[in-house]
């Protein structure tokens, strides 16, 4: 069945890059997306990726897809104390509905 | 351009009750999804709605409903609230048929005592 799997927690230091990674079995995914969750709040749409590119860039995100080993990750540039949330990937496969990761929680300290 | 927005934002309810939330898409988006959080079990979807009709449902039970209406706006019911049931519900839209692009609501907070 389809799953999308991350690591649960990472942290970094400030002004340091984070790469948070995400592997799903989907082979059929049509779209990868990375949403940010921060305490109480819904989720923030990020950035996404069509599965017939490798990599895409937006500002300090940079989203890398291997699409033969399922692997997906986020790149972000000069992390600052504002990026600490939790990190969703998810993928839609051949209908609409998003399968969602367990969250990463990125934690940036000074 | 407005947001999601979802109301109430957060409800206290008993088990056994019965309970309605509301989603507003952003103007022009047609599809709306639901989603349930919860620590357990994480973002589950529940359900899709394009142009009044569900067009996808999540592995949930009958006690979980939904409609959208002519105007877009969505709600979602829960019937016979069970403990478990307690959980954040977000609502997404997106503005195409495939709808790539989902923006998600702030979602309800959902406490079943």
């Known amino acids: 069945g389809e799953d999308v799997e991350q690591s649960l927690f990472l942290s970094v230091r400030e002004g340091d890059s984070s790469v948070i990674n995400c592997t799903y079995t989907d082979s059929s995914s049509t779209y990868l997306y990375w949403y940010k969750q921060e305490p109480g709040a819904g989720l923030q749409l990020l950035t996404y990726?069509?599965?017939?590119?490798d990599m895409k860039q937006d500002q300090r995100l940079t989203v890398l897809l291997n699409k033969k080993d399922k692997h997906l990750s986020l790149r972000i540039a000069d992390t600052q104390t504002g990026d600490s949330a939790i990190y969703f990937c998810a993928e839609s496969g051949n209908t609409d509905k998003l399968i969602f990761g367990t969250g990463t929680r990125l934690q940036v300290f000074p | 351009k407005a947001g999601v927005t979802q109301t109430p934002r957060y409800l206290i309810k008993t088990r056994g009750q019965q309970v309605t939330l509301s989603c507003s898409p952003i103007s022009g988006h047609r599809s709306v999804s639901w989603y349930q959080q919860t620590p357990g079990q994480g973002l589950q979807f529940l359900f899709e709605?394009?142009?009044?009709?569900?067009?996808n449902k999540g592995n949930f039970p009958g006690r979980f409903s939904g409609r959208q209406f002519s105007n877009s706006r969505s709600e979602m019911n829960v019937s016979t609230l069970e403990l478990g049931d307690s959980a954040l519900y977000l609502c997404?839209?997106?503005?195409?048929?495939?709808?790539?692009?989902?923006?998600f609501g702030p979602g309800t907070r959902l406490t079943v005592l």
């Open positions: 990726i069509f599965s017939n590119m």
């Open positions: 997404a839209s997106s503005f195409r048929d495939r709808g790539h692009e989902q923006f």
């Open positions: 709605y394009f142009s009044e009709t569900q067009r």
